[in-house]
């Protein structure tokens, strides 16, 4: 079975070692995005206009995919129009994480290690078990930004998430940021996919810097 797109930017995130989640925030909001982007180019869900809303609720015979469909069309149904990107991202980031890291785990693609922190919280961490698919990932991102376009929309998409939630040096570690960002500017502007998915995706890039936005502006009233 192939690795999901949120499995990808999941595994961009956990430190292979301390499997600890880096800039874990962007990250899950992105997780939740690559869900909702596998739907789209899975042909279950459409976004538009910054909304979303499901056009098929047939499984895709992806457990990971299947479980978030069930719950978006369940989620959309009680709504009397077609509720926002944003709105969906807001409420379900948390959720996709622990169900994304579940899947790898169950994939055999990292372990579990429950410890407890100052000897009385007791945390869960999940350093690599097996680091092939994150090796082929990193050498295919990095492949692309070197040598340029790809007519493959699941991995140009999966670059686009990284660039709206700004998560580039989680994929490329030992580049400028400003010139991987730069460069991801001209990869995603293409002529790289139907223009429906083009169109999801750029939906979906606005909503995650949004969402971001807020956060980080939440945050600096609370340490101001």
């Known amino acids: 079975m192939a690795v999901t797109l949120a499995e ?10 301390s ?14 995005g690559g869900i909702l982007l596998d739907l789209v180019l899975a042909g279950r869900v459409a976004v538009d206009d910054g909304r979303l809303r499901v056009t098929d609720a047939t499984p895709t015979e992806v457990p990971l995919l299947d479980e978030r469909l069930r719950r978006v069309d369940a989620w959309c149904a009680k709504k009397d129009k077609a509720p926002k990107v944003t709105e969906w991202l807001t409420k379900d980031h948390s959720k996709a994480v622990k169900a994304t890291v579940e899947s790898l785990r169950e994939r055999g693609l990292i372990r579990e290690e429950r410890q407890r922190v100052m000897g009385l ?48 040096r989680l994929a ?9 960002a730069s460069r991801l500017d001209e ?36 340490t101001s």
């Open 8 to 17: 990808e930017i999941m595994l961009l995130s956990l430190d292979d070692v």
């Open 19 to 32: 499997g600890v989640a880096k800039e874990r925030q962007s990250a899950a909001w992105a997780v939740a």
């Open 121 to 168: 919280f007791p945390v869960a961490r999940y350093p690599e078990a097996d680091g092939s698919v994150e090796r082929e990932l990193r050498a295919r991102l990095h492949a692309v930004l070197v040598t340029g376009p790809t007519h493959q929309a699941r991995t140009t998409g999966l670059l686009a998430l990284i660039h709206g939630a700004k998560l580039h």
């Open 172 to 180: 490329f570690p030992d580049l400028p940021r400003k010139e991987v």
């Open 187 to 222: 990869l995603t502007a293409g002529q790289w996919a139907a223009e429906g998915v083009r169109r999801a995706i750029r939906d979906m890039q606005a909503a995650m810097l949004a969402v971001t936005a807020a956060t980080a502006a939440t945050a600096a009233t609370f």
